[in-house]
């Protein structure tokens, strides 16, 4: 961005020939004093223009258990300060960190670090309150998480869980019995709750959906899959307009066709994720590996028996997948963060005068320059 102080007055013009503002690409550039908007649709000429890049409203990720060799489950202030930094750096303006199945006492810790990073946190991506991989999870659709890990519905756990620190976000198995007490519990503490890692019918899923349910955790994976008469999570999902429906948008936990016609059937409520686990962002050779990772096959880090162990795309990425699927930008961009925000009840994010700057500058290919959080 160039810019000149005037007294303690920043003025900068961003450098973009155009923006995406309220849903519809607007030609110009974008000027900001002190981090607020005050002008969009300018005359870019004499600007320190990049091409033809462009401003958009930055994502926002659901699912991120770590990055760039940081599991956020033992990350402390600077941990958290690396991941949120890198993925700024991949157009997150910001993420909610996940802890997946872990053992009760090792949650709360985790939890009360988190409550330290809220209350100081450092630059990068906006963290948000935690969402919590389980424990309360199906045994049958484990995928990754490891058994022993796992727990019957118990409200005195769940209670002991929400007292520890701030949780915003649950995934559960609604097939499980007192499931759905656990989940008026969980709406009554105003956490959103996420259907995931489960094998129940439709039934169950209608049952944990009326019971207030919002959202179904990475659709396809981990859960039952769809057929012609037992439509499962997936069927519900795609067509109960209650839910919001999370996808790992990295053309590995889902094909690219499955990435469209989940983007077809649930426009609007469609929130990309990566799942990004601590190996994205690294240098391959510093991958550990061993008996629960053999290292990157078909894209994805996996364990001996090839089950897959998260993810290790981008957000960005994710946006590409997006597009390259058929959206179109306003589409893909709301898929990376709008319906993720309303989801959660966050303001959104507009690019217009009077508003706090929270973009991501893409280049030609949709790779991010710049990223601006609350106007930084």
């Given amino acids: 961005m160039r810019g000149e102080r005037l007294g303690v007055v920043r003025v900068s013009r961003v450098g973009v020939c155009g923006a995406l503002v309220e849903g519809r690409f607007l030609r110009g550039d974008i000027e900001l004093v002190d981090g607020v908007i005050t002008r969009v649709g300018m005359d870019a000429s004499g600007s320190d ?48 960190p996940t802890f997946y199945s872990q053992d009760i006492d090792s949650y709360r810790r985790a939890l009360g670090r988190l409550g330290e990073v809220l209350a100081d946190p450092p630059s990068g991506a906006r963290w948000l309150p935690a969402h919590l991989e389980g424990p309360f999870l199906s045994m049958d659709r484990s995928g990754a998480h490891r058994s022993e890990d796992l727990l019957g519905c118990d409200p005195a756990v769940l209670q002991s869980l929400l007292a520890a620190g701030s949780v915003g976000f649950m995934t559960i198995a609604p097939e499980l019995p007192g499931a759905i007490d656990l989940i008026a519990q969980l709406v009554e503490s105003r956490v959103v709750v996420s259907i995931g890692h489960t094998d129940a019918d439709v039934e169950q899923v209608m049952a944990a959906v009326d019971a207030g349910a919002r959202h ?25 307009s209650r839910l919001t429906v999370g996808v790992i948008a990295d053309l590995v936990h889902v094909a690219a066709p499955v990435l469209a016609f989940s983007a077809a059937a649930a426009r609007g409520r469609l929130a990309a994720t990566t799942d990004a686990v601590l190996y994205a962002g690294m240098d391959r ?92």
């Fill in 49 to 96: 223009s990049v091409g033809t890049a462009i401003a958009v409203p930055g994502m926002v990720d659901l699912q991120v258990n770590g990055a760039v060799g940081v599991d956020l489950r033992d990350a402390d202030r600077d941990g958290y300060g690396v991941v949120g930094a890198f993925l700024a750096s991949r157009g997150a303006t910001a993420a909610q």
């Fill in 216 to 240: 179904v955790t990475h659709c396809w994976n981990a859960m039952r899959p769809i057929s012609a008469r037992d439509p499962g999570p997936i069927g519900v999902a795609l067509s109960d």
């Fill in 285 to 376: 050779a510093s991958w550990r590996t061993g008996p629960d990772l053999i290292g990157l096959v078909g894209g994805a880090p996996r364990a001996a028996d090839g089950t897959i162990c998260g993810g290790i795309a981008t957000p960005d990425q994710c946006l590409r997948n997006l597009l390259d699927a058929g959206l179109d930008l306003a589409d893909a961009v709301d898929a990376c963060g709008g319906a993720q925000r309303r989801l959660l009840g966050l303001d959104p994010v507009r690019l217009v005068p009077g508003e706090t700057a929270e973009f991501v500058v893409l280049d030609d290919a949709m790779s991010p320059l710049r990223t601006i959080v609350d106007g930084r």
